[in-house]
């Protein structure tokens, strides 16, 4: 008899659809051990021959949970096993993580779990990490933009594509439909206590708003929010097509802090298109669109239309939008502007934004002939010997105390002699990221990376660091 909801069809249709995964991939599954992961593996290990991929199980302890979070590590490693799939399980203090950043315990796991998934593909080899998100979980994260104000950007929900990197193949599927295949196949399930915990706002709309606006307003409403974000992704998509050619287009040369944009072809853009306009220029100066609300984009949008000369708001972050002579500018003040201590786990592969001081470093693994002569690379780029270097790396501002071997000295100094040294003014050195391995600072970013990590003849795998220009 068949399957009452054939789970591989619409699974396989979704990774056709979006070109999720070319044959001959390694592909990471995010498995917590719920209902969601562990039917997605048994969907991919079915298709694995047919797909021509090798699987990798990768599970993170967050340490919130305590014996129950411990149970669930040994369940995933004993269902790999099973399976005779390799295994990454680890455990990441996200309580720790969160002391000092001001930010929540979902963020936080989130931020922690994700670094991990791209250590593990790092270290497999992988080109893709396979996530279990359905069509439930989309309803919802629409619902929580709705319910938050949002955009066309926020109302298309999560993407089944992100960075050609993440892969959503479950995002078409309910969890009815799920949890039914789970039964019918016998697959073990492990519950997290904290998903039915009312303190998450996500937690909230999934047990109460969604069921409620379910059975009073519309039964069908997981449906209607889905479609709702697969026809806003297609127009968003259109929409910021049409705002980068503007973006473009009215952009003049710019340099240092600042950038300028010509008010004579913002002037007859449409507000829709304006609107975004204002945030890719945002974009370009902070690394991302975050903490640019519908407030300060009224405001920039004030300026533009208001008549007068000189006209100047601030905005986060140290940024000040003038409007004068025909110019729209946007200027990023960083010289006295204190800079709190902050740390992340840097992505490899990917780009990790530091908003603190307004840079994205990107880092990518390359092979000898993909690195080139190191020599030939400008002061905002390294080469580094991977395989000499203990990982997660973490980017942060300086510490007392730093000590630091630059690239063609013997022995270490005072990370503050160095900046003595290199004539950067005091003002100017929290403002400078720092990428450490261990305790070890590998670089210094825009200045010099560290000796112990120099790529010899005898270099496998070459650690390219980067900072992100968005051009």
Known sequence: MGERMPLLQPVAEQIDKYHMITPGETVVVGVSGGPDSMALLHILCRLRDTLKIKLVVAHLNHCF????ADADARFVEDTARRLQLPAFVEARDVPAYIEGRGISPQVAAREVRYNFLDEVAVKTGASRVVLGHHADDQAETILLHILRGTGAGGLKGMLPVRDDFYIRPLLAVRRRDIEEYCRRHNLPTRMDSSNMQAKYMRNRVRLELLPLLESKYNPNLVEALNRLGEICRDEDDYMEQQATEIFCRTRLLSGGNTLRLDMEGLTAVPRALLRRVIRRAWAEMCGDQAEISYRHIEQVLAIINGGGGFRQVNLPRGIACKKYYGVLEFTLDREYKEIPFYQYFLKVPGITFIPEVGISIGA???????????????????????????????????????????????????LKKFFIDQKIPRHARDCIPLVV?????????????????????HTVNYLRLYKVDYD
């Open 65 to 68: 949970r305590g014996a129950e």
């Open 437 to 457: 391995s261990g305790n070890d600072i590998v670089w210094v970013v825009g200045i010099r990376p560290g000796e112990k990590w120099k790529v010899t003849d």
């Open 364 to 414: 990518e693994i390359l092979t000898a002939g993909e690195a080139g002569d190191p020599s030939g690379y400008g002061p905002w780029q390294v080469l580094l010997d991977y395989d000499l270097l203990t990982v997660p790396l973490v980017v942060r501002r300086r510490l007392s105390g730093d000590r630091f071997c630059p690239l063609g000295l013997e022995g270490t100094v005072k």
